[in-house]
C-alpha cells in the first residue's frame, strides 16, 4: 500500500469517527437511520474495495516475480544450449583427433615422412586443435597425472616402482575430452598399482 493510499484511508475513517458526524441534524429518526445505513454499506463497500485492490496487488507482484524467474531460466538454458551447441561437432571430430594422435604416435614412421608433409599435416593438427580449445574443448588424461574414475578409465593397472607413483597414470591409450565442464569421453589410462615385489 502506498503513502498516498493509507492517507486516503485515513481521511476516510477519521471522516467517520469525526466529531463533525455527530452534529448533523437529521429531520426524522428514519432519515437518520438510512444515513447509518447508507454510510454503513460505504464502509464496507469500501473494505472490500481494498481487500480487492490488495489481492490483485499480490497477484500482480506474485506474477512479476514468476516472470521474472522464468526470464532468468530461460537465459540460462539458452546459455547452456549456446555453450554445448558444438557438442554434436565435437564428438564426430574425436575420431579424426585420434587418426592423427595415433599417426604422431608412431615416432619411427612419421619421421620417415617427407618433412614438409609432416609440417603441414602437424600444422593443420595444432589449428584443429586450436579452433576446438577456444570453443572449451580440453584434453583429459596425461601421464603423471592421479587418476580420477570421473575422468579416466583404467584399462589396466601396472606394477608401480615406488609408492609415490600408486594411483597415477602411466600411459595413456586414448586421449579423453572435456567440453567446457563436461566430459564428453573418458580417457582410456593404464594406471600404477601396488608397487611390484
Not at 500482480?60 to 537465459?75: L, S, V, Y
Not at 538454458?77 to 595415433?102: H, N, Q, T, W, Y
Not at 586443435?129 to 570421473?150: C, H, M, N, W, Y
Request: charged share 35%.
Amino acid at each position: 500500500m502506498t503513502n498516498k493510499d493509507i492517507e486516503e484511508t485515513e481521511d476516510i475513517d477519521n471522516a467517520t469517527t469525526s466529531p463533525y458526524s455527530d452534529d448533523v441534524q437529521f429531520e426524522s429518526e428514519d432519515e437518520a437511520e438510512s444515513h447509518a445505513l447508507a454510510m454503513k454499506k460505504l464502509r464496507e463497500k469500501l473494505k472490500a474495495c481494498e481487500k480487492e485492490k490488495k489481492e490483485y496487488l499480490d497477484g500482480w507482484q506474485r506474477m512479476r516475480a514468476d516472470f521474472a524467474n522464468i526470464k532468468k531460466d530461460e537465459e540460462t538454458r539458452r546459455g547452456e544450449m549456446i555453450k554445448f551447441a558444438a557438442e554434436g561437432l565435437v564428438d564426430d571430430l574425436l575420431p579424426v583427433l585420434d587418426s592423427f594422435s595415433m599417426a604422431f604416435a608412431n615416432k619411427e614412421a612419421w619421421e620417415k615422412v617427407d618433412a614438409n608433409w609432416r609440417k603441414g599435416v602437424e600444422y593443420i593438427y595444432a589449428q584443429m586443435l586450436s579452433v576446438l580449445e577456444s570453443r572449451g574443448l580440453t584434453e583429459i588424461g596425461k601421464v603423471g597425472e592421479q587418476a580420477d574414475p570421473r575422468l579416466h578409465v583404467s584399462v589396466e593397472e601396472v606394477p608401480a616402482e615406488s609408492e609415490k607413483e600408486t594411483g597415477t597414470i602411466s600411459d595413456v591409450i586414448q586421449k579423453g575430452y572435456r567440453l567446457h565442464s563436461k566430459v564428453i569421453r573418458p580417457a582410456k589410462v593404464k594406471v600404477f598399482g601396488n608397487k611390484g615385489e
